[in-house]
Structures are given as C-alpha cells and as structure tokens.
C-alpha cells in the first residue's frame, strides 16, 4: 500500500511537500467562481507556479506539477482545462488561450529529455483539444487549434509479435507547429510531424509528414493539395475583418 501510495504522489507532484502545498492551494482557491474567483487565483496560484504579469483562471482547472507550468502575462485558462506537467513542463505564452475541456499532458514517467509543451504568444487552443508532450510539443505564436484537435508526441512500439504492445515500450520524437498556423477541428498530427509557418491543416486531416511553410493539407493521411506562396488563394472581398 505505502509503495502505491508513493506512486500516486510521484504523478501528482515533484515532492510531497508540494503536493500538499499545491492541494491546499487548489482546494481553497480553485472552486471559486466568477471574476472574483479569477482576481484571487491570479494572486494565490502565484505561490505554486511561475506567472509573469496577471493569468486569468477560471474555476476548475485542475493543475498537477504546478511548479513546471509556467504562465505568461494575459494567459487564460478555461473552466475544465487539465495541466499536467511532469518534469519538462508546459509553458504558456502571453496572451494564449487554453479553452474549455482541453488537456495538456506531460508524461515523463521514464525520464524522455525531451518531454515538455510549449505554447508561444496569443496562440488559441481549443475546446477539448487533447496534447500529450512526452516526445515534446513546440507550438508558435498566432497558432489557433480547433476543436477536438490531438497532437500526440508519442507512439507505441508493436514489432515484437511475442510481447503485448503494452510491454515494448514507446517512441517519442516531438512535433512541432510553426507560427501563425490553423489546425482545423477534428485534425491528429502524429508523433514525428513538423508543420510549418502559416499553414492550413484541414478539419479531421490525419498529419503523419512534414507539412511545409505556407500549405494547405487535408485528407486521411494528409497531403499537400496547395502552396500559398506559389498560388495564393483570391483576395475575399467579405472577410470579416480581425481587430
């Protein structure tokens, strides 16, 4: 039973000094509703995780590893959002926004050097996106996720036909999005996938390659079916203009 115990508290927490700390913390806080309960977790998260400037936190996220989730100035965080960030963690850039749902996951229960999820600045991540970080996720600046989009930085090992896959062990190579792109709704990228700058992943795509600077990709497994930069899409005379 103590071995279990210590198991479970090695998942939540880097110490059990800290899981106390930041259950406490999480406990009093954490529950609190509307603008107030913002204001004041703004101030109190500040005593188990590094914030720059003022994060807005609805109530109910939940935050595991709070002391490797770092936060920048304009940061918000959605009612239902999930942070978990073993050693590695996830750092979120000014002004991004986690929305409702979306779970980031750090696993590195087998020491990867790489696991860990970066967000850049004003990037959006969408309802109920799920990113697992164990290979490592690299997110840019002026990125937007739709909804329901996985990115996972992580495979299983199946070629040993006498072993269960369970016990093969993984493979974690990292993904990484460059800046000012859109992932439609529904989209998978895979473990291994660079995706470039100001490209246009098509809602349900499934990414198992690299896609290159300013394309647009769709399909299962997806593929390449234009180049902005050598044939830009018609100016819209009604696009809705962003301020």
């Not at 990113?131 to 329901?148: A, M, N, S």
């Not at 093969?168 to 792109?181: H, L, P, R, V």
């Amino acid at each position: 039973m103590t071995d279990r115990l210590q198991l479970y508290l090695s998942r939540q927490a880097n110490s059990l000094p800290r899981y106390v700390a930041e259950q406490l913390v999480q406990s009093v806080f954490g529950w609190i509703p509307s603008v107030i309960g913002i204001g004041i977790r703004a101030i109190a998260y500040r005593a188990m995780m590094p914030m720059d400037g003022i994060a807005a936190i609805e109530d109910g996220v939940r935050i595991r590893f709070a002391s490797n989730v770092r936060l920048g100035a304009g940061v918000y965080l959605d009612h239902g959002v999930y942070l978990h960030a073993c050693p590695g963690g996830i750092t979120i850039g000014a002004e991004s926004m986690v929305m409702k749902n979306a779970i980031l996951h750090v696993y590195n229960f087998r020491n990867l050097p790489h696991s860990h999820i970066t967000i850049g600045r004003r990037s959006l991540i969408g309802e109920s996106c799920i990113l697992r970080g164990q290979g490592g996720i690299t997110i840019g600046d002026d990125v937007y996720l739709g909804t329901l989009v996985q990115i996972l930085a992580v495979n299983h090992v199946f070629s040993d036909t006498t072993r269960p896959i369970s016990a093969q062990g993984i493979t974690a190579q990292g993904i990484s999005i460059g800046d000012g792109s859109w992932i439609g709704s529904g989209a998978i990228i895979l473990d291994g996938v660079r995706i470039g700058k100001n490209v246009v992943i098509g809602a349900g795509a499934v990414v198992t390659k690299d896609i290159p600077d300013y394309c647009i990709a769709v399909g299962n497994p997806a593929r390449v079916v234009r180049n902005l930069s050598t044939d830009p899409l018609p100016i819209e005379q009604l696009a809705i203009p962003v301020y």
